[in-house]
């Protein structure tokens, strides 16, 4: 029966392991919706995403997503159904809380898709192994454990290794593997910590299996259709988040496929759900690879591994790597339709009731988060660790790993990469790391058998013989003269033109010229369902080299969007947000949006979303291969938009140049006065502008010399990289040594920026430009005063300290410099504003331009209503703001205030320091919106987690810096009844304010409880920590601490300023509104 | 490397290695769309006298096991692929599929865009060709168009066995007669597993021959070719409606709807995967099938004691007829999979309960 109105629960901030795939879930579920004529009510924390855009669904809200918040929606809107499958495991846990707390009853709302009992079954273990033993499906041993003897004892009895999975969380985040009875003590008790049922499950360690996965759907009608299975290049062991995924399998036999296809579609049925569903399996390897008991005639055993009743990472991949919009589908099931019943969007002749056959290879890779955090655990297990992935489609294995190596952006790493350090020490780590794929390659360049190297890892011997093919090419090409047979079989493999150049002693532009010369250019072939069996009508390709074309260049005008690839720290969602609008925004200006990107988990990449898209890597080399094809016989070639993907899009200005391609939006020149310290001073010079003192530097002494000049604290950086990598406050010349060298690494060539570190309010401005008029649509002010990376900070609007006169000068200058720099379209500014005397001038510096779009594009763009793509797409296209019905100047300030927090991964990042800085940590972010400041603050710190809980016991250990500034709080949070908890020196300092204390010690090797275990015992439920400089002692206790703190998952603040503000929330009580977006920004 | 053409008899020439035996080899050039299952298909005789063109790209990943085989020969007559799997993997492979290619004599030809093949198919309709290791394209094209037409010819007299067998396992309690057009081991498996003793009869066999063997049931195989061209067979399935209960496989379901009045077409390109959607007509039911069949039935003429049971989801086409009152089951696709989806073997207890259903009452 179809439900007039449905509410949806989206996945709140992108956290490793639930990331974009759900913004594109819930996108296409609104939409499908709103074909069926259903009410949709959107309910999301996460304002960088479409899903919550207004206009997606019908009504939006951007709160917290907490039972309390959502039963007040439900009694404002009263929806007749809740579809809890589209929000990942967020989504699918707050329905049951809502079903436990009766609220779902009291407002008589129907859950959708997948029923209530059904969600238990899949994720509580012991109902799901007792599905599994009523259908007959294998089930492994395990024992499902709630205390750390009865793991114990579960681990006993099955022997180790194990396995330890915890119930009802996402990621397997709080799981792992256990070796020895050390690690399974450390293991269980992280797992039952993080289960918030406090159940894990211990199962017997299938290490070295192969592990595939199905994608099933199955309508109300009880028809049941698989849309992809997938297999992992990564045997048993390691997440499948963080395994290379290759789809459709390639080691299973028809026998096979079908066997764990028809196991799939009994659990799907039994199950009961209505949408779609992930099924994970384990399949026996070769015995020759890992022995098994049992006989090998028979048919291959196998053991049902998850279920996850819901869409997921994987279903976002499968709907990618086949065309087919499972999100879209599910939805409209949840609605009551039944497969035969929908069409299929993609032939637009055949109905959804069928199942894709590619002609064609996808390879997925994981994007890891290491190249930001180099003291981070590299190796790969049951926890999850990558925040994005990217895919790459081609004919054969070869050519789409080579794709996906080069789509994943690290550096201009291809499969040739090879770390010094294993070639100086002659050790090649074959373990499960972000690494092993090159370490594969590694090994087998060395003549390592591929028997021993499976036996080894696991890996199936079909995927290492498909890496020594492209050795074998390799090779060729090191040997051999490049003559065409040999260069169009290296590009038939995929080999970039910047490999082909450096195995073959030439410029990656002399192999793209030979290319043109001897005819050797990619061909598109589409994404169609069903190997071209039926006509389609999607327009969404990938490049090969085959003899067809079907991409036919199309006449009339088009403008490419160059996308922001894999979601990773400092590059996240928000990135896709701006290159969707600019992709609508092109096609409302009658032009055809054409869409490269390489990421499958984003909107961008929905096949619906441009008029043509290409899935490929995001370098110079497929962009120009497009912008070719796109051009056909033309004479002028498409022009390109790079200002919305990111540092992946702005980095392809100066080749696109290069190469005499055209851009639209801010020229290469304006991006370079931007980057270029030196074109950039002078820049601001001439107009008067002033920025911190520093200067930009090659070498350490002059880097000494500058630091000196300026006096410290001076902040380190490398120039052109996004996010703050590698960005450091120094103290003190010893610091400055160290980080100047880790600096120059990461900045590879390019100069290192000095400059003084000016402690005052942060502020942040986003412009739109069209060459005469400058539209600013809002002023952002960071909570945590300069040094925290801005990505990291809390940011406020409208921001709440800065006086007329103040705005007026970032007005001021914020024109001078768009209009100077001749950026057209989005800039962003930042300013540190330090505080002036009454009446005084206003004291604000130019920190940074980036003359393209920000990520608080989707946050700026939500709160005030200023469609800012839109207006600067338009404003690319050559039509005036003016015209376009928009005044120069500052926006009026809306009547809300909206407070955008940061949301950490860090328990999933072991080893990684959580301390706020200059360089980037936070994967997501989450808004507080409400009218007045309290109501706003008091959203975003429950949304992201850091809402501090009335009464509870508190840690403080504070910096010296920061403890002339903490009395005023430390009263507050004692006046409030909290008990506090202090290391030392704090403490001392609280006994001094005269406030009871207790006092635990910072020594970890002394007496116990120590400063961990107060917090690993749950003594403490909230952590205030703030760093002390660099490389002191302070600072690896503060570690311990803030490690502590992440793994048991409370609060825990690193800076004084958020700490402030978050007690402030809770010590003025403060009420919050419940409203939609629109009613916020229009009352 | 050797050299290789496919030649279609519209002119287009796609280069590309020899991967199998040399010489050439002619026959209508068809594409089946499933991702596993090479050599089931390589081994089922619907395929005589067609070159077949598989649309995955990666050929022989996982190798060749003569178990998988479903009769005991290659049946078409040359092979078409985006790449043959220089190494394969898996625990029960014997070789590689190269080899085993040659070893078997079959021409084939890899390096091919085979989207570009099938896209062409898909548009002008299936149509003669070669695979050639030692002519010119112009050679080849002249010798393609002068080929009969693979419609003209009865390929089920070239597949189906010359004489009567029992099925090996043959040892049921129920006794089946299985009239070969061309069929797949799979169906005896299928059969066998479900208690049942198959006697094997050649294609030619009347319907004397098979109620001789005192049947519980008949099986009416799959087979190749046009069913158009088998009017005794045809004959001789009418004379068994309603004396003995029915499943018309595939070729055997075309066989049946002639016998009941109905007509078959060709259809432009044919129906050759594992993802066909097939819906029961009574039930709305959806299931998945596995497909290979060139020739639909047209249902215009059919006996109004036979009704519409199932029907295609993608085309409308026929896939399955249904008697009111008697014991007669047919269906276009394939329930015994090999390769494809095992959704349909329900059908084979569908009859076997038919059997008991009526066991003594007909006749």
Redesign the interface.
């Known amino acids: 029966m179809k439900p007039a109105s449905v509410l949806i629960i989206g996945s709140g901030p992108i956290v490793i392991g639930q990331a974009a795939e759900f913004d594109y879930a819930g996108t296409q579920a609104c939409k499908a919706m709103r074909e069926e004529g259903v009410r949709s009510i959107l309910v999301n924390s996460n304002p960088a995403t479409i899903m919550t855009d207004l206009g997606v669904a019908d009504a939006v809200y951007i709160e917290p997503l907490t039972v309390p918040v959502l039963e007040r929606i439900i009694a404002r809107e009263r929806p007749e159904g809740l579809l809890p499958t589209l929000g990942g495991q967020t989504g699918l846990n707050l329905a049951v809380e809502l079903a436990a707390a009766g609220i779902l009853e009291k407002y008589n709302v129907r859950l959708l898709g997948t029923p209530l009992e059904t969600i238990r079954r899949a994720e509580d273990r012991e109902l799901f192994r007792d599905m599994l033993a009523k259908l007959g499906e294998p089930v492994l041993e395990s024992h499902i454990c709630h205390t750390l003897a009865e793991c114990e004892a579960a681990a006993e009895s099955i022997g180790l290794p194990v396995v330890i999975r915890p119930a009802y969380t996402l990621g397997g985040t709080g799981g792992g593997m256990a070796f020895t009875t050390e690690q399974l003590r450390t293991v269980a008790e992280s797992g039952l910590a993080a289960s918030p049922i406090t159940q894990v499950l211990v199962e017997k360690n299938l290490l070295g299996w192969k592990e595939v996965e199905y994608e099933v759907m199955r309508d109300g009608a009880g028809n049941c259709i698989t849309i992809c299975n997938m297999e992992n290049l990564d045997p048993m062991g390691v997440h499948t988040g963080d395994s290379i995924v290759v789809a459709p399998s390639q080691t299973l036999s028809d026998k096979d496929y079908q066997m764990l296809r028809s196991a799939s579609l009994r659990i799907i049925s039994e199950l009961g759900i209505e949408g779609g569903c992930n099924v994970q399996f384990s399949l026996a390897p070769r015995k020759d690879v890992r022995d098994w008991e049992g006989d090998a005639d028979r048919p291959l055993p196998y053991y049902v591994i998850e279920v996850n009743p819901r869409v997921s990472r994987s279903s976002a991949l499968a709907s990618k790597a086949t065309g087919y919009p499972i999100a879209r589908v599910a939805t409209k099931i949840a609605c009551g339709k039944t497969l035969d019943q929908i069409p299929n969007a993609v032939t637009g002749k055949t109905t959804a009731a069928f199942e894709p056959a590619l002609d064609y290879c996808v390879v997925k890779i994981p994007r890891w988060p290491f190249d930001k955090f180099a003291l981070g655990d590299r190796t790969l297990g049951t926890q999850m660790k990558a925040t994005g992935e990217v895919m790459a489609i081609e004919r054969s294995f070869e050519a789409a790993l080579n794709k996906a190596v080069r789509s994943l952006e690290i550096g201009r790493r291809s499969l040739l990469w090879e770390r010094p350090e294993w070639r100086a020490g002659g050790e090649f780590p074959l373990h499960a790391t972000d690494e092993r794929l090159w370490a594969l390659m590694a090994v087998l360049r060395r003549g390592a058998a591929v028997m021993d190297v499976a036996r080894q890892t696991g890996v199936d011997p079909w995927f290492l013989e498909r890496l020594q093919s492209i050795i074998a090419m390799e090779k060729r090409l090191l040997a051999e003269p490049l003559h065409p047979e040999l260069l169009r079989a290296a590009k038939r493999l995929a080999f970039s033109d910047e490999m082909v150049a450096q195995l073959a002693d030439l410029l990656p532009d002399q192999v793209r010229e030979r290319r043109h010369q001897w005819g050797i250019t990619p061909v598109y072939k589409m994404v169609d369902t069903c190997a071209a069996e039926f006509d389609a009508e999607t327009a969404y390709f990938y490049s090969t080299y085959e003899s067809e074309n079907e991409a036919e260049a199309v006449p009339g005008p088009a403008a490419v969007v160059i996308g922001s690839g894999p979601i990773r720290i400092g590059q996240g969602i928000e990135f896709d947000y701006a290159s969707v609008h600019a992709a609508w925004a092109l096609q409302a200006a009658g032009l055809r949006a054409v869409m490269v990107n390489s990421n499958p988990e984003t909107v961008s990449t929905d096949f619906d979303t441009s008029d043509r898209l290409y899935f490929e890597p995001l370098d110079e080399e497929a962009v120009r291969d497009i912008i070719e094809n796109e051009q056909g016989n033309e004479a002028e070639p498409p022009a390109s938009i790079v200002q919305f993907g990111g540092q992946t899009a702005i980095s392809l200005a100066e080749p696109l140049r290069r190469a005499s391609l055209p851009i639209i939006g801010s020229s290469a020149e304006a991006i370079d006065t931007a980057e270029d310290r030196h074109l950039f001073e002078r820049f601001l010079q001439d107009r008067g502008i002033p920025q911190p003192p520093g200067a930009a530097v090659t070498t350490l002494e002059a880097a000494m010399k500058i630091a000196q000049q300026i006096g410290y604290p001076v902040l380190v950086r490398p120039s052109y990289v996004l996010g703050g990598r590698a960005m450091e406050i120094v103290q003190n010349a010893n610091e400055l040594v160290t980080f100047v060298a880790q600096a120059a690494e990461v900045a590879q060539g390019k100069p290192i920026l000095i400059d003084k570190y000016l402690e005052g309010r942060e502020v942040e401005v986003d412009a739109i430009c069209d060459g005469e008029t400058v539209l600013i649509p809002g002023i952002m002010e960071h909570i945590e005063r300069a040094g925290v990376h801005s990505g990291d900070s809390m940011a406020v609007y409208p921001p709440p300290h800065l006086d007329p006169a103040e705005r007026e000068v970032l007005r001021d200058y914020t024109e001078r410099i768009v209009l100077g720099m001749g950026a057209i379209g989005l800039t962003n500014i930042q300013y540190v504003v330090l505080p002036h005397e009454p009446g005084g001038e206003p004291q604000v510096y130019v920190l940074e331009v980036n003359p393209r779009a920000s990520r608080t594009v989707p946050f700026l763009s939500k709160v005030t209503g200023v469609p800012m793509v839109q207006l600067a797409v338009n404003a690319m296209l050559g039509k005036k703001l003016k015209d376009q019905g928009y005044e120069g100047g500052l926006w009026p300030e809306r009547n809300l205030v909206a407070i955008k927090a940061p949301v950490f991964s860090m328990s999933k990042l072991v080893d990684v320091d959580t301390h706020l800085g200059p360089e980037m940590k936070s994967t997501g972010e989450v808004m507080g919106i409400d009218r007045n400041f309290e109501g706003a603050l008091a959203k975003a710190l429950l949304a992201s987690d850091m809402a501090l809980k009335p009464n509870a016991a508190i840690l403080l250990s504070l910096s010296d810096k920061d403890k002339a500034d903490a009395p005023a709080l430390i009263r507050q949070l004692a006046g409030a009844g909290y008990r506090l908890y202090a290391t030392e020196g704090t403490s001392r300092m609280i006994q001094a304010l005269g406030l009871p204390v207790t006092s635990v010690t910072k020594v970890l090797t002394g007496d116990h409880p120590n400063v961990v275990d107060v917090i690993r015992d749950g003594t403490v439920q909230c952590v205030i920590n703030t760093p002390e400089g660099r490389l002191t002692g302070t600072l690896r206790d503060g570690f311990y601490i803030r490690r502590a703190a992440a793994e048991k998952r409370i609060p825990c603040f690193t800076s004084i300023d958020t700490a402030r503000a978050a007690v402030e929330a809770l010590s003025r009580q403060a009420e919050y509104d419940i409203a939609t977006l629109a009613e916020y920004v229009n009352g | 490397m050797p050299e290789a053409l496919l030649v279609l008899a519209d002119g287009s020439v796609?280069p590309g290695t020899a991967c199998g035996a040399p010489g050439h080899t002619d026959g209508e050039v068809v594409?089946n769309?499933?991702?596993?299952?090479y050599q089931?298909m390589l081994t089922d005789p619907s395929y005589a006298g067609q070159i077949l063109v598989l649309?995955?790209?990666?050929i022989g990943?996982?190798g060749v096991?003569a178990k998988?085989e479903e009769s005991d020969r290659i049946q078409p007559r040359g092979l078409v692929v985006?790449?043959a799997a220089?190494?394969?993997?898996?625990?029960?492979s014997e070789g590689e599929i190269e080899p085993y290619l040659r070893a078997k004599g079959v021409i084939a030809i890899s390096g091919v865009?085979?989207?570009?093949v099938?896209?062409r198919i898909?548009r002008h309709g299936v149509m003669l060709g070669t695979i050639t290791t030692d002519e010119t394209a112009d050679g080849a094209l002249r010798r393609v168009r002068a080929l009969p037409g693979y419609d003209d010819t009865n390929w089920v007299a070239s597949v189906t066995t010359d004489h009567v067998y029992d099925w090996a396992d043959a040892a049921g309690k129920r006794r089946i007669a299985l009239l070969d057009g061309g069929v797949k081991r799979n169906i005896m498996r299928s059969l066998a597993a479900r208690d049942c003793a198959v006697r094997v009869f050649p294609a030619n066999a009347t319907a004397d021959d098979l109620l001789g063997f005192k049947p519980d049931g008949v099986v009416l195989s799959p087979g190749p070719g046009d069913p158009r061209l088998l009017e005794t067979m045809v004959a001789e399935a009418g004379r068994l409606i309603g004396r003995v209960p029915i499943l018309g496989i595939c070729l055997g379901h075309q066989v049946a709807a002639q016998a009941l009045g109905a007509g078959t077409f060709k259809l432009p390109?044919g129906h050759r995967?594992?993802?066909?959607?097939v819906?029961e007509v009574l039930t709305?039911?959806?299931?998945?099938t596995a497909q290979n069949h060139g020739y639909a039935v047209d249902p215009g003429g059919l006996s109004s004691a036979a009704y519409i049971s199932h029907v295609n989801?993608?085309d409308q086409t026929v896939e399955g007829i249904a008697m009111r009152s008697e014991p007669l089951l047919t269906i276009q696709y394939h329930s015994e999979?090999?390769?494809?989806?095992?959704?349909n073997t329900a059908i084979f207890d569908r009859f076997v309960e038919m059997l008991a259903a009526v066991q003594g009452g007909v006749k």
Not at chain 2, 55 to 58: G, V
Not at chain 2, 113 to 116: K, L, P
Not at chain 2, 337 to 343: E, I, N, R, V
Request: include cysteine; aromatic fraction near 12%.
């Open positions: 796609f594409f769309t499933s991702m596993t299952g089931e649309t995955y790209p990666m990943n996982y096991d998988v985006r790449e220089r190494f394969a993997s898996h625990l029960r865009d085979t989207r570009a099938t896209r898909r390109f995967g594992g993802n066909h959607p819906q709305g039911k959806v299931t998945i989801l993608n999979a090999c390769p494809g989806p095992l959704d």
